[in-house]
Structures are given as structure tokens and as C-alpha cells.
């Protein structure tokens, strides 16, 4: 592959995946979260990248956190598209994305939340003011990941981060809200998790017969609105 571009981007680490994939890290191996900034020039990367998709050969655009993944249509595009963004990422301002904003009703607690009393004791706070904290803010999507529809929001109060559960569960319901680590997302479907469940919601977050299947886009701004409280 040609080197032109490196001196653009020497941080951002290229892997080849497979015959057609590129993954672009751009975040240190021992980063333990990603800076908004740069979360923020990587939406601007993947909705640059979207409105050429055909010109430029691209099957797949998948933003993570602090990744980049692409698939091309054929091989030879691959030594193309990879100076193509290495070239093009200085250029972005890191400015923020307008995406949307979402609004999602919650019932916290009792059967709704299995876990909120014990999140609540692990933080030291009431589930009064655990609920209080985890709607009064407005988290961003990061990336989807895990499952379709599944958003990983960031910007949870630092009061309520706490380690994701020992043992995971079996089976967590639809439209479940959760939390570990420093984030917090909805449960798009029935699945395994090990997320700290404290309410639930009945808005639906993926579709696989729409036009755009998921609810949440990387960029978006959400909201969790208080519908009952525990308790």
C-alpha cells in the first residue's frame, strides 16, 4: 500500500480484514475511552464516506468507538480508500455532528428495573436520585454494536458508573435500559446481557423491514424521560 498518506495520520493504525475490509483504529491500544472530538471527526468520516458509497465502491460503513470500518466492493479498492481517509481525516474540523434528537420514555425500577435498587446502593445514592441523575442528561451515540439497534450512549453521570455484572443474564427483555462502565443503552431485542437493568421502555428501536431499520445513528443526541418511577 502506498505510504503518501502516512505522514497525514502517523497514530491511525490500518488493518486488513479479510480479502475486502479496512478497520481504522484511531485511538491509542491503551485509550480507555474515546474523546468526544475525535468521536466526532469519525461520524464526520462516516457520513462523508456514505454520501460517496457508490462512487466509491463501498458495501459496508461501520463506525465503532474510535474505529472505522469499510468494505469495498472489490480488492483493488482497498490501497485507494485507505489513502483516501488517512488523506481526508486532517481535514475534518472535529466540529460537532447534527444529528438528532431522540426522546425516550422510561419506567425506572420495580419489575421494570430489577437492578436499579442495588445500582443505587452500590453508588451510594437513593434510587431517587440515581433515576434524577441517569434522565437529567443527554448521552450521544457513540456506535452500534452488540446486536442491531444496539446503541452504546456515552456521557453517564460519573456518579453512576459501576462494572457490568458478574454473571450475565440469560435473558434480558426488549426495551430493556441499562448501564456498565461509563455508558448506558436500551436492549433492542430479547438477549443475554450483563448490563445492570434499572427501567424499561416501549419505544421500538429496530425494524428490520424499514427503510432505516435502527432508531438510534451514530451522532444522535437521546434523552430518557422519566414515565414511572420505582417504587
Same mark, same amino acid.
Given at each position: ?39 466526532q471527526k469519525l461520524w464526520q468520516m ?107 450512549? +456515552?456521557?453517564?453521570?460519573?456518579? *453512576?458508573?459501576? @462494572?457490568?455484572?458478574?454473571? &450475565?443474564?440469560?435473558?434480558? #427483555?426488549?426495551? !430493556? /435500559? ?20 434499572? +427501567?424499561?421502555?416501549?419505544?421500538? *428501536?429496530?425494524? @428490520?423491514?424499514?427503510?432505516? &431499520?435502527?432508531?438510534?445513528? #451514530?451522532?444522535? !443526541? /437521546? ?9
Open positions: 500500500m502506498s505510504t503518501d498518506a502516512d505522514s497525514l495520520a502517523p497514530a491511525i493504525r490500518v488493518t486488513q480484514l479479510g480479502e475486502d475490509a479496512l478497520l481504522f483504529l484511531f485511538t491509542s491500544p491503551e485509550a480507555q475511552s474515546v474523546a468526544l472530538p475525535i468521536q462516516s457520513y462523508w464516506l456514505e454520501s460517496q458509497r457508490v462512487s466509491l465502491g463501498l458495501l459496508e460503513i461501520v463506525p465503532g468507538m474510535g474505529n472505522l470500518l469499510i468494505r469495498a466492493s472489490r480488492k483493488t479498492l482497498l490501497n485507494t480508500l485507505r489513502d483516501l481517509v488517512l488523506t481526508h481525516w486532517p481535514k475534518l474540523s472535529g466540529s460537532d455532528v447534527q444529528g438528532r434528537l431522540l426522546e425516550i420514555p422510561v419506567s425506572y425500577g420495580g419489575a421494570h428495573g430489577p437492578d436499579l435498587e442495588a445500582a443505587a446502593a452500590h453508588c451510594g445514592i437513593s434510587k431517587e436520585r440515581f433515576i434524577a441523575l441517569h434522565s437529567a442528561t443527554v448521552y450521544r451515540v457513540y456506535c452500534l454494536g452488540f446486536q442491531p439497534g444496539f446503541a452504546y450512549l +456515552g456521557g453517564l453521570d460519573p456518579a *453512576l458508573e459501576m @462494572p457490568r455484572l458478574d454473571s &450475565p443474564r440469560v435473558h434480558v #427483555p426488549a426495551g !430493556s /435500559v441499562a448501564i456498565a462502565g461509563s455508558q448506558t443503552a436500551v436492549y433492542p431485542t430479547d438477549s443475554p446481557g450483563g448490563w445492570h437493568i434499572i +427501567g424499561h421502555t416501549e419505544t421500538r *428501536l429496530f425494524d @428490520p423491514h424499514a427503510e432505516q &431499520p435502527s432508531l438510534f445513528r #451514530p451522532g444522535d !443526541s /437521546v434523552r430518557f424521560v422519566i414515565l414511572e418511577e420505582a417504587k
